[in-house]
T-cell receptor
Framework: DAGVIQSPRHEVTEMGQEVTLRCKPISGHDYLFWYRQTMMRGLELLIYFNNNVPIDDSGMPEDRFSAKMPNASFSTLKIQPSEPRDSAVYFC????????????FGPGTRLTVT | RKEVEQDPGPFNVPEGATVAFNCTYSNSASQSFFWYRQDCRKEPKLLMSVYSSGNEDGRFTAQLNRASQYISLLIRDSKLSDSATYLCVVNADTGRRALTFGSGTRLQVQP
């Protein structure tokens, strides 16, 4: 079975540029989560969706970050404009939502903003 | 106080050793508990759920102590391939689906 798919795997961009990260959750999973991981702050939840609807975006750092889930099999996380402090690994995870809280992670996108 | 606290380690143990990690959580209403494993430059992967009665999966045993609000992971007969960071994970708010991740305990198994 295909796991969570993320693209790109690596992204290097210059400060001020727009960055779009993509995620395809596991088929049939109702929940999708976006995380950011850095050495200093560990793994932080940014936002999560249930049935394509954003439920909690309290972890989104600021207005430069936005996330969408237009359908059950696709989500994007956009940073505009990007800043060097946004450099991190961004993970997408999904969960079945049927009473189980386990989340399954994609391979991540390693973002470097110069 | 952090919601989930772990000793960052590193724990350096020889092959074949038994090693145990503990983790404490702050919200007594937490209902779901997990251990995840994360290899260097990889994504976190679910190792095992932690049940109230304790549970075992091969060489791995997880225990939950609700009264003291801590979770433990015991690894027996350590293998070189067990070297990784182990993340203690809690559903700290049952009104939300979000999981709270500890900062991880690093294990290095040496030959």
């Amino acid at each position: 079975d295909a796991g969570v798919i993320q693209s790109p795997r690596h992204e290097v961009t210059e400060m001020g540029q727009e960055v779009t990260l993509r995620c395809k959750p596991i088929s049939g999973h109702d929940y999708l989560f976006w995380y950011r991981q850095t050495m200093m702050r560990g793994l932080e939840l940014l936002i999560y969706f249930n049935n394509n609807v954003p439920i909690d975006d309290s972890g989104m750092p600021e207005d430069r970050f936005s996330a969408k889930m237009p359908n059950a099999s696709f989500s994007t996380l956009k940073i505009q404009p990007s800043e060097p402090r946004d450099s991190a690994v961004y993970f997408c995870a999904s969960s079945s939502g049927q009473g189980a809280y386990e989340q399954y992670f994609g391979p991540g996108t390693r973002l470097t903003v110069t | 106080r952090k919601e989930v606290e772990q000793d960052p380690g590193p724990f350096n143990v020889p092959e074949g050793a038994t090693v145990a990690f503990n983790c404490t959580y702050s919200n007594s209403a937490s209902q779901s508990f997990f251990w995840y494993r994360q290899d260097c430059r990889k994504e976190p992967k679910l190792l095992m759920s932690v049940y109230s009665s304790g549970n075992e999966d091969g060489r791995f045993t997880a225990q939950l102590n609700r009264a003291s609000q801590y979770i433990s992971l015991l690894i027996r007969d350590s293998k070189l391939s067990d070297s990784a960071t182990y993340l203690c994970v809690v559903n700290a708010d049952t009104g939300r689906r979000a999981l709270t991740f500890g900062s991880g305990t690093r294990l290095q198994v040496q030959p």
